[in-house]
């Protein structure tokens, strides 16, 4: 259930909420007349620099949870939920050629079906 509401759309107004927001936001910090209002000040470009990557530190600590999470309740893979292959996989996780050759010319009434 959390899977599927991670994966729900962004509708527009959730959008406009978020860029009005910031609009008053860097109106309140940088526009004077609302400086004296709100008793701000501008920030030093040193500031600004320093939050910029933060958004993406915090977007990347939450995936690396996620994928921990994902992890420790199974640990053995997404696969495994659906059942034990048949074939072994490859370092890609995907059975090799050879490895499908192989299964191909072993597979039981095979010879029976060409004669």
Do not use: H, K
Not at 54 to 72: K, N, Y
């Amino acid at each position: 259930m959390a899977e599927r509401m991670s994966r729900q759309t962004v509708t527009p107004l959730l959008l406009g909420g978020i860029a009005f927001e910031l609009l008053f936001a860097a109106a309140v910090i940088y526009l004077p007349p609302l400086q004296a209002v709100f008793g701000t000040a501008a920030l030093p470009p040193w500031v600004l620099g320093a939050l910029v990557p933060m958004p993406v530190l915090v977007w990347g600590i939450d995936e690396a949870f996620r994928a921990l999470r994902r992890r420790s309740e199974n640990p053995e893979g997404p696969a495994a939920a659906i059942g034990p292959s048949p074939l072994p996989r490859s370092s890609f996780g995907a059975p090799s050629t050879s490895q499908l050759e192989q299964r191909r010319r072993s597979a039981p009434g095979r010879d029976r079906a060409r004669r």
